[in-house]
């Protein structure tokens, strides 16, 4: 906890600290170690939740006025995983408002900073999250991601993430629900400092939960031995729609000549589906969003953040989501996403950057083309595969000139979330890990 007064006031990455919980929790912890006898996996390790996953006694906000002063009466299915593993909440972690940004900052909160340069942003939406594992605020946590929201902030912040298939992990007890179409695009899922630590946790929070809709009573698969698997692995440096910098292309680059020193199959490979997967995430992401968002807001429209605004104006610019186009998006994303599985049958790894740069100036983001850092053209390598519903990890691979962290997204088949965070491992083995200035 000290080390959370120390760093926290000028990175901002909580929403709420829970300083006697988590220290009659240690309490807890502390005595039944000293008992003996098989102890739980995660026992006294501090973690941390996004502030729109529900803890039981603490406030779950999600960065919106329109909560304000929501208290979770229980907990979600994965927090009480987490804590029958033996693990300490420290609190939840900061959120854009409704979770409708790539940056985190609201207007209960403020702005959360990235820890590798306080002008920079963490990203988001779960960029409090992935600020406070970075700056060692929290050893792991969990985060969600419909859009890129668990990778874009671990690249900018230069830690691990895994985006499992949906309903791996279960969603419920997240706002918003998991339901519907946000059920196939929409997942919650583990940030950590290492590959080794996304692995502990994923085991811990994965599982079947009847209430989750796209929950599915898959196994899990054992996390295999990479020295001693080889697989034949694509990968891409540019989607051909938003082009990287010049050390993002390298970093992807570099990352395949690893694997294939490792012992892989490497092969250039750009999926034909991705230029029309973008669009049809944005059918099921800024549309329906924005179609559940207005009545909420409707008559309160002077409380919500300008991030909220603006995104509200930019989805009312497309045209009226009617069912059938609404189908439409659903049939042919299953046709996107079978033409890409056939295709991995042979090529079951991809590697592809994670955005088109390293972490943004806190000033230059935002949706539409007025932002220098525009949505809409930055985060597509990440809102593919939510589409897709692909797992994905990133993992810190390269730097920027000003030494900012660059991370790889390593993407896989559905319930093979093994492969990927083998892969993962091996490149993290590779390349090593750096804490940030303020993590230090």
């Given at each position: 906890m000290s080390r959370?007064?120390?760093?926290?006031?000028?990175?901002?990455?909580?929403?709420?600290?829970?300083?006697?919980?988590?220290?009659?929790?240690?309490?807890?912890?502390?005595?039944?170690?000293?008992?003996?006898?098989?102890?739980?996996?995660?026992?006294?390790?501090?973690?941390?939740?996004?502030?729109?996953?529900?803890?039981?006694?603490?406030?779950?906000?999600?960065?919106?006025?329109?909560?304000?002063?929501?208290?979770?009466?229980?907990?979600?299915?994965?927090?009480?995983?987490?804590?029958?593993?033996?693990?300490?909440?420290?609190?939840?972690?900061?959120?854009?408002?409704?979770?409708?940004?790539y940056h985190t900052d609201n207007e209960l909160q403020g702005r959360t900073n990235n820890p590798w340069d306080l002008t920079r942003t963490s990203g988001g939406s779960s960029g409090g999250e992935a600020a406070?594992?970075?700056?060692?605020?929290?050893?792991?946590?969990?985060?969600?991601?419909?859009?890129?929201?668990?990778?874009?902030?671990?690249?900018?912040?230069?830690?691990?993430?895994?985006?499992?298939?949906?309903?791996?992990?279960?969603?419920?007890?997240?706002?918003?629900?998991?339901?519907?179409?946000?059920?196939?695009?929409?997942v919650v899922g583990p940030m950590a400092r290492t590959v080794e630590d996304l692995q502990l946790l994923f085991n811990v929070v994965a599982g079947y939960d009847y209430a989750d809709p796209a929950s599915s009573p898959v196994p899990l698969e054992a996390f295999p031995d990479h020295h001693?698997?080889?697989?034949?692995?694509?990968?891409?440096?540019?989607?051909?729609?938003?082009?990287?910098?010049?050390?993002?292309?390298?970093?992807?680059?570099?990352?395949?000549?690893?694997?294939?020193?490792?012992?892989?199959?490497i092969e250039p490979y750009l999926p034909d589906v991705l230029d029309r997967a973008r669009e049809l995430w944005s059918v099921l992401f800024v549309e329906c969003s924005a179609s559940l968002?207005?009545?909420?807001?409707?008559?309160?429209?002077?409380?919500?953040?300008?991030?909220?605004?603006?995104?509200?104006?930019?989805?009312?610019?497309y045209p009226p989501l009617t069912a059938e186009r609404l189908l439409h998006t659903l049939l042919e994303r299953d046709e996107l996403r079978l033409r890409l599985l056939q295709?991995?049958?042979?090529?079951?790894?991809?590697?592809?950057?994670?955005?088109?740069?390293?972490?943004?100036?806190h000033e230059h983001v935002g949706w539409g083309p007025g932002h220098p850092a525009d949505y809409f053209r930055t985060m597509t390598y990440s809102q593919h595969y939510?589409?897709?519903?692909?797992?994905?990890?990133?993992?810190?691979?390269?730097?920027?000139?000003?030494?900012?962290?660059?991370?790889?997204?390593v993407i896989g088949r559905p319930y093979r979330e093994h492969e990927v965070l083998a892969v993962a491992s091996q490149l993290q083995e590779r390349f090593g890990s750096n804490p940030p200035p303020l993590g230090r």
């Open positions: 959370i007064e120390k760093r926290n006031p000028e990175i901002n990455a909580f929403s709420y600290i829970d300083y006697d919980g988590a220290r009659a929790q240690a309490r807890f912890a502390e005595k039944l170690a000293s008992n003996g006898g098989e102890l739980p996996p995660l026992l006294g390790v501090p973690i941390t939740i996004k502030s729109c996953i529900d803890v039981a006694g603490l406030p779950c906000e999600a960065g919106s006025r329109l909560r304000a002063g929501y208290v979770a009466g229980q907990d979600a299915t994965l927090v009480a995983r987490l804590r029958k593993a033996g693990a300490i909440l420290l609190g939840n972690t900061s959120t854009p408002e409704a979770l409708m940004a406070a594992i970075a700056a060692c605020m929290s050893a792991g946590g969990i985060g969600s991601d419909g859009g890129g929201s668990i990778r874009v902030p671990a690249h900018f912040c230069g830690i691990c993430g895994l985006k499992p298939t949906p309903g791996r992990v279960p969603g419920t007890g997240h706002y918003p629900a998991g339901y519907g179409p946000f059920s196939l695009i929409g001693k698997q080889t697989l034949t692995i694509g990968y891409y440096m540019d989607d051909g729609f938003s082009a990287p910098t010049v050390e993002t292309r390298n970093a992807v680059e570099q990352a395949a000549h690893a694997l294939e020193d490792a012992g892989h199959q968002l207005r009545p909420m807001i409707s008559g309160r429209e002077q409380e919500i953040s300008s991030n909220l605004r603006e995104f509200l104006a930019i989805a009312a610019e295709r991995m049958e042979t090529l079951p790894i991809l590697l592809a950057p994670v955005c088109t740069s390293p972490a943004f100036r939510n589409l897709l519903g692909n797992p994905a990890a990133v993992v810190p691979v390269g730097q920027s000139p000003e030494g900012l962290p660059i991370g790889v997204q």
